[in-house]
DNA sequence: CTGAAAGCGCTTACAG
DNA sequence: CTGAAAGCGCTTACAG
């Protein structure tokens, strides 16, 4: 099976190569039966045209990336990035456009040369970029290297209005949370929360904060690094604490909510009724652990459709649009059920 | 910034484009002086050359695909499946090779018409397959469409000669499970297997059959497909059978070994008193459950790395090579546990 | 060691 | 509606 091209087609037919390429794509300027006859023919001989000199013709690779940059460790043990993925996938599959996916472990530079590279290559028409930092470098970078990226969940308080993004509103998040506990009578909580050049981490410090002072609610903020040995840290040290006890604790994801099981386990202490725990993110671990664990659901692949799809329209069309994502529905599990 | 490229490049250093080519492939027919200076520029101008204008020219794409084939909820907790993506992008980052991936639920007719819109576009160089299939059309089906290939995971019973891929001794990893079984008292037990489909259950199944026959004990064999309700549901099933009940249970993976936990709970059983239980495929959730479940632990990320490397072997050299995996180890955790 | 030229397989104005 | 031709940006024999 030498391999057939446009060329082939055309002389098969016996018309020229633009015309099967207006067919091909759906452009004017064949006659309906010209185009049939080719759609016909490169059906039959099972032919697709060359991704890579539709490229180099059209100026455009086809192709979005992503680079998850995070402890491959981390990446393998959090569902979180495994559902965004999959709703990324389907949506950019359904908009022909391929994922070119990329891990790196040595933190933010490789990240950032990786874009440099897939820019200067023309590797891919744009990129997803999540989990924004305070004076994030990487919009300016990417406009500098005029590569598309969309923003996925950005903090509603940091909307850019400059550039594509979905957005979480991490106020009512953390009211609903604050709220609940409130709720189940807890009037000194501590919030273990991911680092604070996350963005989204110091609007959910704020949230909690304004949300537990409203209540007269105490509020201890403890920052670690999302690991679950480091949720397992901070319970021993928030326990050892000299102070009054917390008799709740709000984890910034369900990796150190379990630490955090883990760590009352070892302490002799029990859940909910020595004290509560809540994840701001829900996952199977979330619903396996004895007890259950009370988590904030916010569907990762829903959104990571939606992020991708407002990557594709930029694309196409050059359309910037902030999308704010639903908020988060507290999924109510044993670990804060009230005695 | 317009785009520069090679042609710009050349006019820069007042030499031609094929000098510029060579200096930057590390190809003879330059001067070290030239080759420097053409080095500096693209440095200095932050210029890569372009990835579709390459492929074109040397028919190669500088990508291979993997086509993750499975219902998404179910990927998306199956740390398993991050942990082999993470191995196999860092081989492939490192080979200088981007990785596409396509995630497709409507099984095999989808993941097949991939491949085949892979190879006709010439998109990819190479796929990595896994999930070996009794009579698997995939590897007839890429022979034919000229699409280089790994098959990762191949049971060693079926390790095929014509074929690049790692295998696994399932035989051996039995063994290793059904021994802990016999030692710790165990004389009937059951095997909660994935689809028979997978050649790695059937081996699986016939290994712990063989094993077990030596040691004298009973095996209660129960297909399922890996769901964690149907761990559970297989376990109700299991237990409320009229025949002499099983004292241990094997469970094809780990999720299903977590539906299994909280089937036995619900019976108002425990384990490891009643029911000891072990998983095939170790992960967070063994490791978190209560009781902790015992469980073989494989490496899916230096399994994933050392079959990204076996492709990239195949794309540059043509190398066919069968690499047999290390056997799995045993983590003993409470689950199995004497009282 | 270097340069001019053809070729990779498409797309897209431009003339007919 | 159709065809001849240039162009996308590289690589690679082939002559010098």
Redesign the pocket.
């Known amino acids: 099976m030498s391999?057939?091209?446009?060329?082939?087609?055309?002389k098969r037919l016996?018309?020229?190569?633009?015309?099967?390429?207006?067919?091909?794509?759906g452009?004017?300027?064949?006659?309906?039966?010209?185009?049939r006859r080719v759609l016909d023919l490169a059906e039959e001989l099972d032919?697709?045209?060359?991704s890579?000199?539709?490229a180099?013709?059209?100026?455009r690779a086809g192709a979005v990336g992503m680079v998850l940059s995070a402890d491959p460790l981390l990446i393998g043990t959090e569902p979180h990035y495994m559902a965004m993925l999959a709703g990324i996938e389907t949506a950019l599959a359904e908009g022909d456009m391929a994922l070119m996916l990329r891990m790196v472990d040595k933190g933010p530079v490789q990240e950032q040369s990786t874009y440099e590279r897939w820019a200067g290559e023309?590797k891919v028409d744009g990129v997803l970029i999540f989990d924004h930092l305070h004076d994030d470098p990487r919009p300016t970078l990417l406009d500098r290297l005029g590569l598309p990226f969309v923003l996925h969940s950005a903090p509603a308080s940091a909307a850019p209005a400059s550039y594509s993004g979905t957005t979480t509103d991490h106020a009512v998040d953390a009211a609903t949370i604050v709220d609940h506990l409130h709720d189940r009578g807890h009037r000194r909580i501590a919030h273990v929360s991911g680092p604070h050049r996350f963005v989204h981490e110091e609007e959910r410090i704020r949230g909690v904060r304004e949300r537990a002072a409203r209540h007269g609610l105490e509020v201890v903020q403890v920052e670690t690094d999302y690991a679950l040995t480091s949720g397992h840290d901070a319970v021993v040290t928030l326990l050892r604490a000299p102070e009054a006890p917390v008799t709740a604790m709000v984890f910034g994801n369900d990796l150190m909510a379990m630490g955090g099981l883990l760590a009352l386990r070892e302490l002799g202490l029990r859940c909910p009724d020595d004290v509560a725990m809540v994840s701001w993110d829900d996952s199977l671990h979330c619903r396996l652990a004895s007890p259950a664990v009370t988590a904030l659901s916010r569907n990762p692949g829903m959104q990571g459709r939606v992020a991708a799809e407002l990557l594709l329209a930029l694309l196409d069309t050059g359309t910037i649009q902030t999308k704010p994502m639903p908020h988060g529905e507290l999924v109510l599990r044993s670990s804060t059920a009230t005695g």
């Open positions: 391999k057939e091209t446009i060329t082939g087609l055309a016996g018309i020229s190569k633009a015309s099967v390429s207006y067919a091909l794509n452009q004017p300027g064949v006659s309906e039966l010209t185009r032919w697709y045209p060359s890579s000199a539709r180099l013709s059209r100026s023309r």
